[in-house]
């Protein structure tokens, strides 16, 4: 059975753009989690989507954006970036509430 | 929110040895995830364990819900061992996603 997949694994962006990273979960999982680790802050919750839904939010900006599809692939989006939000994104799937979480292998986002 | 530290932050082994890792947390909650993260950065699930023991060849972890800690037990430790091993804990019904991670314990096991 497939696992969590992240695209791209690798990104370098220059401040100021958007970037658009993308999970696919692992198939019958309809819940997508974010995180962002980051050597200072260690990993931190983004937001959930469940059905579509954004269900839970973490404490970001309103620059960190996500959508889930109704195939429960889920993106997300970093607009005008940041040297900050330089991090390894991950995304973690579950089939439901309580039923543990797998890891995807994660992006790592290098703004410069 | 909910607290999660996890001891020691460091540890150093020689191949063999067996070791422990604690991690304590501030509430009750849902779920308790092991995980040890590769040199590439996944997450690789250990346990899921809110609560009792389990085992899993050289691995096993206990969690006491009531006195809320987790324990990891790692026997006859290699050097594929090395990494940094999380504690996270999700807590109540409508922390839908949420896991909250520990700081990591960093292990190196040399040859």
């Known amino acids: 059975k497939a696992g969590v997949t992240q695209t791209p694994r690798y990104l370098i962006k220059t401040r100021g753009q958007q970037v658009t990273l993308s999970c696919s979960p692992i198939s019958g999982h309809r819940s997508v989690s974010w995180y962002q680790q980051t050597p200072g802050q260690g990993l931190q919750f983004l937001f959930e989507?469940?059905?579509?839904?954004?269900?839970n939010k973490g404490n970001f900006p309103g620059r960190f954006s996500g959508r889930q599809f109704s195939n429960s692939r889920s993106e997300m989006n970093v607009s005008t970036l940041e040297l900050g939000d330089s991090a390894l994104y991950l995304c973690?799937?579950?089939?439901?509430?309580?039923?543990?979480?797998?890891f995807g292998s994660g992006t790592r986002l290098t703004v410069v | 929110g909910i607290q999660v530290e996890q001891s020691p932050p460091d540890l150093i082994l020689q191949e063999g040895a067996n070791s422990t890792l604690r991690c304590n947390f501030s509430d009750s909650v849902n779920n308790l995830q092991w995980f040890h993260q590769n040199p590439w950065g996944q997450l690789i699930n250990l346990f899921y364990i809110p609560s009792g023991t389990k085992q899993n060849g050289r691995l096993s972890a206990t969690t006491v819900a009531t006195e809320r800690y987790s324990l990891l037990y790692i026997s006859s430790s290699q050097t594929t061992d090395s990494g940094v091993y999380f504690c996270a804990v999700e807590e109540g019904s409508t922390s839908y996603g949420k896991l909250t991670f520990g700081q990591g314990t960093i292990l190196t096991v040399h040859p």
């Open positions: 973690a799937s579950s089939l439901r509430q309580g039923d543990g979480y797998t």
């Open positions: 989507y469940f059905s579509e839904t954004q269900r």
